[in-house]
């Protein structure tokens, strides 16, 4: 089973900064590595897959990058919306499909 | 509107069992692979089952092997997954999910609002 370790847990961070999240695999995914978005009392919802792509209805400000086994999201411009939980996923060896433990971000 | 809607959570006594639901509406299901994920309180995602298209290709979780079942009927429009000899570590909120409809991205890119799985005496 491919392990997911996010860092940092938690991220203090004041709106209008740019915030870099880190996602790493026990071994290599390629790119098959999504990343999701959960806000409170809310289901988790598809932010990025294949490592870089975002999906619909996300800003430009979200970006994720890596291959292998250390990938990034990144948030250029942190709006109000934006704190949440983020966790990674990979789908590369499954099953099972395997999720971080997630990074959430928290307003400073 | 492309909806999941998941039903049939409830407080169950360790040992006990539960049938969950999930019915689908706004897109084809009969195209779509699903999935289940669950979440204990206040803790991360935890993929759970997958069902194949037709139902021929079924996976489980090393956690629930055994005790769960996941199954679909593609003329209700409707996932399920029979949960036995649940146990405290089964808590959960219980979300079904959708696949994306790709064989090179296999995210879950639609999610119901879950249903509240509850073990307890």
């Known amino acids: 089973e491919i392990v997911m370790t996010q860092s940092p847990a938690t991220l203090s961070v004041s709106p209008g900064e740019r915030v870099t999240l880190s996602c790493r695999a026990s071994?290599?995914?390629?790119?098959?590595l999504a990343w999701y978005q959960q806000k409170p009392g809310q289901p988790p919802r598809l932010l990025i897959y294949g490592a870089s792509t975002r999906a619909t209805g996300f800003p430009a400000r979200f970006s994720g990058s890596g291959s292998g086994t250390d990938f990034t999201l990144t948030i250029s411009s942190l709006q109000s919306e934006d704190f949440a939980v983020y966790y990674c996923?990979?789908?590369?060896?499954?099953?099972?499909?395997?999720f971080g433990r997630g990074t959430k971000l928290e307003i400073k | 509107e492309v909806q999941l809607v998941e039903s049939g959570g409830g407080l169950v006594k360790p040992g006990g069992s539960l049938r969950l639901s999930c019915a689908a509406s706004?897109?084809?299901?009969?195209?779509?692979?699903m999935t289940w994920v669950r979440q204990a309180p206040g803790k991360g995602l935890e993929w759970v089952s997958y069902i194949g298209i037709s139902g021929s290709y079924i996976y489980y979780a090393d956690s629930v092997k055994g005790r769960f079942t996941i199954s679909r009927d593609n003329a209700k429009n409707s996932l399920y997954l029979e949960m036995n000899s649940l146990g405290a570590e089964d808590t959960a909120l219980y979300y079904c999910a959708r696949i994306y409809d790709s064989n090179v991205y296999e995210v879950f890119d639609i999610w119901g609002q879950g249903t509240m799985v509850t073990v307890s005496s």
């Open positions: 071994q290599s995914v390629s790119s098959n």
């Open positions: 996923q990979q789908y590369n060896t499954w099953p099972p499909y395997t």
């Open positions: 706004g897109f084809t299901f009969s195209n779509y692979r």
